[in-house]
């Protein structure tokens, strides 16, 4: 499978299932801004506090495949893997669809991610061990801390300034790659002196071009 990261924003997704895991599934999505309605017989208390929270549709019946015609994405969650697999034989072939816990039988796989800020990290061992893909997350949580959300936003406030600079492309990737350095991402006063330094240096770019003219 080809490792792909999804703008959900707006786009809507079915669920098929209301306990647990269908609930689960729509806990890793409710930050992505995406249309979520859950389709089942019945409802657990998680996706009724979920759906209730988040405005996510709730119909109280079977899915059938004519539930998924215009959803972008389709996650088959009901407790009962022959359900599941009978749904997902009758969606299209060129659908999004996850069968949780199955592995091999959709055509998308929901990684364990750690986010940080503009930071995503995505690992999965391809169905071959869900335990040692906690275990990764687990430590790469604490390798990637928190402190990467301030410097990942560091990073992009200083990109976007750079990139408005009239100056060449070469010098633009050195100033660039020099924001990589460890000093920048551990120390906070490190990142405010360089945003500054960027800033005066945009300031003076544009004072001299406004001079020239």
């Known amino acids: 499978m080809q490792p792909l990261f999804i703008d959900l924003r707006g786009k809507k ?3 098929a299932g209301g306990g647990r895991i269908a609930a689960r599934k729509a806990r890793v999505l409710e930050e992505e801004g995406a249309d979520i309605t859950f389709i089942a017989p019945a409802f657990s208390e998680e996706a009724l506090l979920i759906a209730e929270s988040k405005g996510y549709g709730l119909i ?17 969650a009901t407790n009962d893997r022959s359900a599941n697999d009978e749904l997902q034989k009758a969606l299209p072939a ?13 055509n998308v796989t929901f990684p364990a991610r750690v986010r940080r800020g503009g930071l995503q990290i995505a690992v999965t061992s391809g169905g071959t061990s869900p335990k040692l893909t906690r275990k990764l997350k687990k430590e790469l949580e604490v390798l990637f801390d928190e402190t990467w959300s301030v410097y990942t936003e560091f990073l992009g406030n200083c990109r976007l300034v750079i990139k408005r600079l009239d100056l060449p492309a070469e010098k633009k990737d050195r100033l660039l790659w ?7 991402r551990l120390s906070e006063s490190k990142q405010e002196e360089k945003a500054e330094e960027i800033r005066r240096m945009a300031e003076s770019v544009r004072e001299d071009s406004e001079a020239v003219w």
């Open 13 to 15: 997704v079915v669920i």
């Open 60 to 76: 109280e019946r079977k899915a059938a495949a004519a539930d998924f015609t215009d959803a972008f994405l389709a996650i088959l």
């Open 94 to 106: 060129n659908q999004l669809v996850c069968v949780v816990d199955e592995f091999e039988t959709g």
């Open 178 to 184: 020099s924001l990589l350095e460890d000093e920048y």
